[in-house]
Structures are given as structure tokens and as C-alpha cells.
């Protein structure tokens, strides 16, 4: 289950209502337990530092609502290539 929390991004550049800030370190753990599920052979350092530079990428987007999934997609992509 994709969790990913709600709050209002306060950037002069947007709209407050068209971003959402997120709990990074959360959504590191999260996505990086559901791929060393799915990737039980990969190093488990490697994996979280992939999810957290795909965290950090998106964070850096106006629209944050999904960082959590898109994150999870990026990483699984770098994870299948190794």
C-alpha cells in the first residue's frame, strides 16, 4: 500500500494547492521495503540509496502527490538493469 501525506508546499514559485510535501525518510523505508521484497538478491544499502535518489529527484518537482509510487517505479527500473 502507497502512502504519501499531505501538506501544503509554501514555495513563492507555485501554487500552494499544486504541491504537497511529504515525510521523505518515510517514504524512503516504504519504498525501499517493497523492493527488497521484490529484488531479494539486490544489496540492501544499493537499494535504499537508489529509492532515496529517486525520492530526492521528485521532491524537487512542483507536484509531489505521487512521489511514493513514481519513486518506487524509477528505482524498480535501476534495480532490473543490475
Known amino acids: 500500500m502507497q502512502i504519501v501525506h499531505r501538506l501544503?508546499?509554501?514555495d513563492t514559485c507555485h501554487d500552494a494547492d499544486m504541491a504537497t510535501e511529504f515525510d521523505r525518510d518515510q517514504v524512503v523505508a516504504q519504498?525501499?521495503?517493497?523492493?527488497?521484497?521484490?529484488?531479494?538478491?539486490?544489496?540492501?544499502?544499493?537499494?535504499e540509496r537508489i529509492v532515496a535518489e529517486e525520492v530526492d529527484a521528485?521532491?524537487?518537482?512542483?507536484?509531489?502527490?505521487?512521489?511514493?509510487?513514481?519513486?518506487?517505479?524509477?528505482?524498480?527500473?535501476?534495480?532490473?538493469?543490475?
Not at 519504498?31 to 537499494?47: G, H, I, R
Open 8 to 10: 501544503v508546499f509554501t
Open 31 to 47: 519504498v525501499t521495503a517493497n523492493l527488497e521484497k521484490k529484488f531479494p538478491e539486490a544489496d540492501s544499502a544499493e537499494v
Open 58 to 82: 521528485l521532491a524537487k518537482q512542483p507536484v509531489r502527490d505521487y512521489v511514493s509510487v513514481l519513486s518506487e517505479r524509477a528505482a524498480k527500473k535501476r534495480l532490473k538493469k543490475d
